[in-house]
């Protein structure tokens, strides 16, 4: 019979070290020792998302799209101006819908740039081209002409001579069609031809520009823009 006035849950307490576990007989068993619990290792963070968003443009469309989303989700809170650059670059890949998210990382970057991590002079600039041209032709699409311009400028800048700055005057004559017409278009292209040190390559393509505007004023084009499906 038991003695419900004591607490038999007091009366019996196992004591001993942890050392000493294996000499513990319980049942004719002897206890083996626990094994020691592995440490925890914190690892680096060795993932470069700009490296990683610059692979994927080579992958199929929707495992691109797929890992652009799964960046965006770890990187877009981050505060580190690389990777704040390459939400921008993955919010581009996903298209339209994401274009003014796209904008808006880009902005961010360049309100704090930093040097992009590579060795070269022509790494850097060429890295800083695709930016300025990415953005600039987001802007376009926006019907955000000025700033577009402005970005086709920065453009014009970083090379200096050769035939991309041809395509960027191009460019921004093709954009002076929208926002203004074909008679701006043309005053641009005639007010800058004589500036360029053109060679031949860039010459043909200059021309070829200048005469496909040419024959949209004489037929009477007006830029009309497409509704914008995505606001």
Same mark, same amino acid.
């Given at each position: ?71 965006? =989700? ?14 921008? *670059? @993955?919010? $581009?890949? !996903?298209? /339209? ?70 395509? =960027? ?14 008679? *701006? @278009?043309? $005053?641009? !292209?005639? /007010? ?40």
């Amino acid at each position: 019979m038991i003695d419900k006035s004591e607490d038999n849950s007091k009366s019996f307490k196992l004591e001993f070290k942890p050392e000493d576990r294996i000499h513990q007989k319980v049942d004719d068993t002897y206890l083996s020792p626990l094994p020691p619990a592995p440490k925890r290792i914190d690892k680096p963070r060795n993932v470069d998302p700009l490296k990683l968003v610059f692979e994927y443009e080579g992958l199929p469309a929707e495992q691109k799209k797929a890992s652009c989303r799964e960046l965006i =989700d770890k990187y877009k809170e981050s505060s580190s101006s690389l990777d704040i650059f390459a939400v921008a *670059k @993955a919010y $581009d890949c !996903l298209g /339209a819908t994401y274009r003014n998210q796209a904008i808006s990382y880009y902005e961010r970057f360049f309100a704090n740039p930093v040097q992009i991590p590579y060795a070269s002079y022509e790494q850097q600039n060429a890295t800083l081209w695709i930016i300025h041209s990415n953005l600039a032709k987001l802007y376009e699409r926006e019907y955000l002409w000025d700033k577009a311009i402005e970005q086709l400028q920065i453009l014009i800048g970083l090379e200096q001579y050769g035939i991309m700055v041809v395509t =960027d005057h191009c460019r921004i004559a093709d954009i002076l069609v929208k926002k203004c017409g074909t008679q *701006k @278009a043309l $005053d641009y !292209l005639k /007010a800058i031809e004589n500036t360029l040190n053109m060679s031949e390559e860039a010459k043909d393509e200059f021309e070829d520009f200048y005469k496909e505007i040419e024959e949209k004023h004489n037929r009477g084009y007006v830029y009309r823009p497409r509704p914008q499906k995505h606001k």
